[in-house]
Structure formats: structure tokens, C-alpha cells
């Protein structure tokens, strides 16, 4: 099974790129957010309502790329038998500088069709995704966000 992957290519630099990923979470993924994420052994918590979860970071190279390692996960679905899957999954993030920008590769090893939360988590990325890039080219990303609750891919 492929793991889940994705690549956006943006006018940004690399180092813009890069300081989406580890000063600016909040601003593309949810803004239930806390903790760090801007160098090698960082950690984070990140929450979707009661759905938690907790990152370290495992490799972070200015401009070139960033590891995330799940430490904790709780997804808040009752449909799920298992919701911690995302323990153990890794988020790596390659950015390579272009002649016209840079281009994002995000490759989520362990989040494959093998596991249960599949179907729910590729359009929850594709969502995330979809906000880095508007993040990364307008300044305002899609990001969950506490107060309201809920994400528009979620009522579709």
C-alpha cells in the first residue's frame, strides 16, 4: 500500500516554505495549538475539538525539510476501533527549491488504505494541504479553528 503523499508548488522561497512548517502551524492547521516546532527535538500538541494529538520533531534542516514524528494520537471518532493510529506514523516534508518557487512534497509514512482512518484522514490532508498552499500564497490559510468547531470537508 502507498502511503499518503502530496506535492504543491508555490511562489514562496524555500525558507518561507520552511517557516510555514515550523513557525506557523496554526495558521493552516488548527489553531488549537501549542508547544514548538522550529528545530530537532521540539514537540507540539495540535487539537481538531477531542481529536489530540502530539508531535516531535525529528529532523529540521532550514529550506530543505521537516520531520514529524507522532508521539500521542487520539481521533475522536466513534466509527474508529483503534484511535490512536497515528502513533509511530512519520511526516516528512521535502522542500526543494525551484528556477520559479519551491515545490512542497508531503509523504505521511503509515497513513496507507491498511488502516482504519484512512478515508477520513486523505481528505482531512487534502483539506490541510489546500490551506498550506492558500497560507503560503495569500497569507491567510483554512485552519481549524477551536471556537467554531468544525471544518468545511467535514459537512460535505
Known amino acids: 500500500m502507498n502511503d499518503y503523499k502530496k506535492s504543491i508548488s508555490v511562489n514562496n522561497s524555500a525558507d518561507e516554505v520552511y517557516k510555514a512548517l515550523t513557525e506557523h502551524i496554526q ?10 516546532a522550529a528545530q530537532n527535538g ?78 477520513v484522514c486523505e481528505p482531512g490532508w487534502n483539506y490541510f494541504i489546500q490551506s498550506l498552499y492558500t497560507f503560503l500564497a495569500t497569507g491567510t490559510g483554512t485552519p481549524y479553528l477551536k471556537k467554531e468547531g468544525t471544518l468545511e470537508w467535514e459537512n460535505k
Not at 27 to 36: E, I
Not at 48 to 73: H, M, N, R, S, Y
Open 27 to 36: 495558521d493552516w492547521w488548527s489553531d488549537d495549538f501549542s508547544g514548538a
Open 42 to 119: 521540539d514537540q507540539y500538541n495540535i487539537a481538531f475539538g477531542e481529536t489530540k494529538k502530539t508531535f516531535e520533531i525529528a529532523d529540521a534542516i532550514p529550506g530543505q525539510q521537516v520531520v514529524w514524528v507522532c508521539l500521542k494520537a487520539y481521533i475522536d471518532m466513534d466509527t474508529l476501533k483503534k484511535k490512536d493510529e497515528w502513533v509511530g506514523t512519520r511526516i516528512i516534508w521535502t522542500i526543494a527549491s525551484e528556477a520559479t518557487g519551491t515545490t512542497l512534497t508531503m509523504l505521511h509514512e503509515g497513513l496507507n488504505q491498511t488502516i482504519e482512518c484512512y478515508d
